[in-house]
């Protein structure tokens, strides 16, 4: 085992390609996936699942857009959505929503997946890092043969009570999920559309914020400066 993460820590020490980092909903597709996904499981026949979260919905509009909240919001509708169901079952029905997500015209952005080709053609090393489940995301670039890049995402596990996120990739895990994967700093240039981007887009030597608010873009400029680049994509 040690010789192995030896080996995987070499091979990460000798790569000198620029590192770009994306991330995923709100840059390179449209939505907020996995709340879409979350939406579709609540609707329907599956809309009684809403009365586990009962005390917690009047809460909503004012937890989700900040960034705790949001995060709070995300772990408690994973579990809600999944309560009762296997894991194999929620990887499953996960999948075939991104499949599906990903045929609908326009979700993408498609100056991002320009950029993101772009930066491949260069010879950079392009890593999409998102808190998002890996196996969404993951459906979703498959079905559009969208690959080449790597992929830190959060990581999700099934258990008594329905799937828990084991790896919450947002806001401060970014940088950390970067470093257990080996990924040198600086790097290069990063994308993101939020505040809880933020955490990431400081590891970067151009940062760029894409398709954000004229709020996010004063926070983010004074968390930033003038290295900051702001970005109208289509």
Same mark, same amino acid.
């Given at each position: ?22 991330? !995923? ?12 996904? !979350? ?22 509009? *004012? ?6 909240? +949001? ?89 008594? =009570?329905?799937?828990? =996120? ?11 999920? /970067? ?14 559309? +939020?505040?809880?981007?933020?955490? *990431? ?29 702001? /970005?109208?994509?289509?």
């Amino acid at each position: 085992m040690t010789q192995g993460m030896d080996t995987v820590a070499a091979e990460a020490a000798a790569d000198t390609r620029r590192v770009v980092l994306f991330d !995923f909903d709100g840059v390179i597709v449209r939505h907020q996936t996995l709340e879409l996904y !979350f939406r579709e499981r609540l609707s329907g026949f599956g809309r009684w699942r809403l009365l586990l979260a009962l005390p917690v919905l009047p809460f909503v509009p *004012m937890l989700l857009p900040r960034v705790g909240g +949001s995060r709070f919001l995300g772990r408690l509708f994973l579990r809600v959505t999944t309560f009762g169901r296997r894991e194999a079952t929620y990887r499953r029905h996960i999948a075939a929503f991104g499949r599906t997500y990903a045929r609908r015209p326009g979700v993408f952005v498609r100056d991002a997946v320009a950029a993101l080709r772009r930066h491949q053609s260069m010879g950079d090393r392009v890593i999409i890092v998102t808190g998002n489940d890996a196996t969404l995301v993951q459906a979703i670039l498959d079905e559009v043969n969208l690959g080449g890049c790597e992929l830190v995402a959060s990581r999700t596990k099934g258990g008594l =009570f329905g799937m828990r =996120f084991v790896v919450h990739n947002v806001d401060t895990a970014k940088p950390l999920s /970067l470093q257990r994967a080996g990924v040198p700093r600086p790097c290069a240039v990063a994308y993101g559309d +939020s505040l809880s981007d933020l955490p *990431m887009l400081r590891l970067a030597d151009a940062p760029r914020l894409v398709n954000a608010r004229e709020k996010t873009i004063k926070k983010m400029r004074k968390a930033l400066g003038d290295r900051l680049d702001t /970005l109208d994509w289509f």
